[in-house]
C-alpha cells in the first residue's frame, strides 16, 4: 500500500495556479477564437471596475 504523501510538501499556491490554468485551458479549448479579455478575467474571478 502506497504511503500518503507528507503534507508539508503540498504547495497551496501552486494548486490554485493549476486550477485556473486548467480553467483558462479549458474555456479556450471550447472556443474557435481567442478569449477576450473579459472573458479571461471572469474564468480567473477578476472583478472588473467600470
Request: charged residues 30%.
Given at each position: 500500500m502506497?504511503?500518503?504523501?507528507?503534507s508539508?510538501?503540498?504547495?497551496d499556491q501552486a494548486l490554485d495556479e493549476i486550477e485556473l490554468t486548467s480553467?483558462?485551458?479549458i474555456?479556450?479549448?471550447?472556443?474557435?477564437?481567442?478569449l477576450s479579455?473579459?472573458?479571461v478575467d471572469?474564468?480567473?474571478?477578476i472583478a472588473t471596475s467600470q
Amino acid at each position: 500500500m502506497p504511503e500518503p504523501l507528507d503534507s508539508r510538501l503540498r504547495d497551496d499556491q501552486a494548486l490554485d495556479e493549476i486550477e485556473l490554468t486548467s480553467r483558462l485551458i479549458i474555456a479556450a479549448s471550447a472556443k474557435d477564437c481567442p478569449l477576450s479579455q473579459s472573458e479571461v478575467d471572469e474564468i480567473l474571478g477578476i472583478a472588473t471596475s467600470q
